[in-house]
């Protein structure tokens, strides 16, 4: 940087310089904010993992004891109901998930933390790798 301080060369500055500077601040910030949905994604989907796995221990509460499920208390429509809009969001997050990350590839390059996709979309692939 000069001796003139950063406003003084900020405001003389040329116009691509300016151009430049505040096209790397929106560059910055559009990354940033896929990197938090995608991140933000990856987290959904596993508490859906999770949450599918604690249903049936939700849907009898009169036996948290035993954990054993209680004919008289159990309702089927209620658990497939219930357990086919958990996956249905799931399934929605994964595709928002392969969608984020394949536009972060394509506006920024590859994305760096892969394998954390991988780990929850198996049969994902970076459209960049190809």
Same mark, same amino acid.
């Given at each position: 940087?000069? #001796?003139?301080?950063?406003?003084? =060369? ?8 300016? &151009? /430049?500077?505040?096209?790397?601040? +929106?560059? @910055?910030?559009? /990354?940033? @904010?896929?990197? &938090?949905?995608?991140? %933000? ?6 508490? $859906? #993992?999770? =949450?599918? #796995? =604690?249903?049936?221990? %939700? +849907? ?18 209620? $658990?497939?109901?219930? %357990?086919?809009?958990?996956? +249905?969001?799931? &399934? ?9 990350? %394949?536009? $972060? ?5 590859? $994305?760096?933390?892969?394998? &954390? ?12 790798? /190809?």
């Amino acid at each position: 940087m000069s #001796d003139q301080g950063k406003f003084m =060369s900020t405001v003389t500055g040329t116009f691509k310089q300016i &151009r /430049e500077q505040r096209a790397q601040g +929106l560059v @910055e910030d559009v /990354e940033l @904010e896929y990197k &938090r949905r995608i991140e %933000d994604l990856c987290r959904e989907i596993k508490q $859906y #993992d999770r =949450s599918s #796995d =604690s249903l049936l221990l %939700d +849907l009898c509460p009169g036996n948290v004891t035993t954990l054993q499920v209680v004919p008289t208390e159990f309702k089927p429509s209620t $658990y497939m109901e219930k %357990d086919l809009a958990l996956h +249905l969001n799931k &399934r929605n997050a994964i595709i928002k998930l392969e969608i984020a990350v %394949d536009r $972060y590839e394509y506006l920024f390059g590859p $994305y760096a933390e892969a394998s &954390r996709i991988t780990e929850i979309v198996p049969t994902w692939k970076s459209k960049i790798a /190809e």
